[in-house]
C-alpha cells in the first residue's frame, strides 16, 4: 500500500497524529517514511525511541500536522485561502483582534462571525461523513460519476455529473449513435463534459494529427468545428503544440467506461500527485536588495512567511522591522533552489536542506548590509 492510500485509509485519530503504526514500523502519513521500532535514535546529542521520533520527524520535516494539512490543495481540503489563512491563526492563538489586524478586515465581531462559520462546517461535515458511511453499509458502493480528466484546465468539481444522467444527454445530442453527428452543442457548460468526452473518442492515441486532420474530424461531428477543438484542448482532452500545428489525444484522458466510482480515489490520485518539493527561498527587500535565506522542507509553505510577517511574528527581527518600515509590498519571496530527492532509498532532508543553505549563504552573503541572516558567531 503506497502512502496516498495509507493517508485516506487510516482512522481519524491516527491522521490527526500524523503517523500509524505496524509490527515493525512506525510510518509517517505525511510523507510515508518508515522508523523502525527497537531501534535509539540520536538527534542533537539526546536518544530517542521510534515512536518520539516520529514526533520528531514531524516537527522537522513537516512542522505540524495541522501546517502540512493547512497547505494541501483546496480539492483536498475543501477550504477556501481565506479560510486556511484564518485557521492557521486561530491555531497559533491568536485574539480576535490581533486576526482582525493580521487579516486587516472588519472588526472583532467579524472575526467571530468567521469563528461561527467554521464551526458550522465542522458540524456539516460530521453530518456528511456519517451520512456517507450509512450509504456505503446499505450500498456496499459509492455513487457513480463522470469525472473531467486530471488534464483538464478549466473544470471543477461542480463537473461531476452522475452516470445515468450522461447516458441520457448522448442518447438526446447524438440522436444517430456515437459515431453520427452532434445535434447541438449549445448546452450547459457541465454537459460539455460528456460530450467532448464522446468526440475525443474518435482520436487515435498515441498518433499525432495537424490542424486539417483535426478539422477534419470534428467537421463531421459539427459545423463550428473550431469551437470544439478548442474545448477538447482547454477540457483537457487534446493537446498541441504552442503554434497549433500538431495535435494529440492525452494519455488517460478518455476512460471508454468514462466512470469513477469513488470521489475518494480521485482525491487519492491527486493527494499522489501532489509533490511537497523542498528546498532554499530568499525574503528579498527591493529597496535595499537586503536579503534573507531560508530553508523549508515544504515550498508551498513559503507563502504563509508573508503572512508572519503581516502579523509582526518572524522569528528574524531586523528583517521584521524593516517589513513594517518599508511594507510588505517592498519586498519578494522568491525560491533559490529546489531539492532533488531520490526515488528510493533513505534520504535525510534536515541534512541535505542544511547543506544547501549554508551552500546558498556562502554564495550570497546575507551579512551585515547586505541581509538579514546572522552568522553563528553573531548575536541575536
Not at 534536515?350 to 541581509?371: A, C, H, M, S, V
Request: glycine fraction near 6%.
Amino acid at each position: 500500500m503506497n502512502v496516498s492510500d495509507f493517508f485516506w485509509d487510516t482512522s481519524f485519530e491516527d491522521l490527526k497524529r500524523g503517523y500509524l503504526q505496524e509490527e515493525a514500523h512506525y510510518v509517517c502519513l505525511l510523507c510515508g517514511k518508515k522508523i523502525e521500532k527497537g531501534i535509539i535514535y540520536p538527534v542533537e546529542g539526546v536518544l530517542y525511541d521510534a515512536g518520539r521520533y516520529m514526533h520528531i520527524h514531524i516537527k522537522q520535516v513537516h512542522q505540524s500536522v495541522f501546517e502540512y494539512l493547512n497547505g494541501l490543495d483546496k480539492k483536498l481540503t475543501g477550504l477556501t485561502e481565506h479560510q486556511n489563512n484564518l485557521l492557521r491563526l486561530f491555531y497559533q492563538g491568536k485574539s480576535d483582534a490581533e486576526v482582525k489586524e493580521a487579516m486587516s478586515i472588519g472588526s472583532t465581531s467579524t472575526i467571530r462571525n468567521h469563528r461561527f462559520s467554521l464551526k458550522e462546517k465542522e458540524r456539516q461535515s460530521k453530518v456528511y461523513l456519517v451520512m456517507m458511511e450509512l450509504l456505503k453499509e446499505q450500498n456496499k458502493q459509492a455513487l457513480p460519476f463522470l469525472s473531467p480528466p486530471k488534464s483538464a484546465r478549466i473544470v471543477d468539481d461542480h463537473y461531476h455529473v452522475p452516470l445515468d444522467e450522461n447516458e441520457k444527454l448522448l442518447k438526446k445530442l447524438f440522436p444517430e449513435g456515437p459515431e453520427g453527428p452532434l445535434k447541438t452543442f449549445s448546452v450547459k457548460e457541465k454537459h460539455k463534459l460528456i460530450i467532448l468526452r464522446e468526440i475525443a473518442k474518435r482520436f487515435e492515441s498515441e498518433r499525432t494529427y495537424n490542424e486539417k486532420e483535426i478539422n477534419q474530424i470534428l467537421e463531421v461531428v459539427y459545423s463550428d468545428f473550431v469551437t470544439l477543438r478548442r474545448y477538447l484542448v482547454e477540457y483537457g482532452f487534446l493537446d498541441r503544440t504552442p503554434d497549433g500545428s500538431e495535435y494529440w489525444l492525452i494519455k488517460d484522458s478518455v476512460n471508454k467506461e468514462g466512470v469513477t466510482m469513488n470521489r475518494k480515489d480521485e482525491l487519492r490520485q491527486l493527494y499522489k500527485d501532489t509533490k511537497f518539493e523542498a528546498g532554499i527561498y530568499q525574503t528579498r527587500n527591493t529597496k535595499n536588495e537586503k536579503l534573507f535565506i531560508e530553508s523549508t522542507p515544504n515550498l508551498k509553505t513559503i507563502n504563509g512567511k508573508r503572512f508572519t510577517l503581516d502579523m509582526g511574528t518572524h522569528q528574524n527581527k531586523q528583517l521584521q522591522l524593516e517589513w513594517k518600515e518599508f511594507g510588505g509590498d517592498a519586498f519578494v519571496i522568491e525560491v533559490l533552489e529546489i531539492l532533488e530527492t531520490p526515488e528510493e532509498g533513505d534520504f535525510d532532508i534536515k541534512d541535505t536542506l542544511k547543506k544547501l543553505k549554508i551552500k546558498w549563504l556562502n554564495q550570497l552573503q546575507p551579512y551585515g548590509e547586505r541581509g538579514y541572516n546572522k552568522k553563528k558567531t553573531d548575536k541575536n
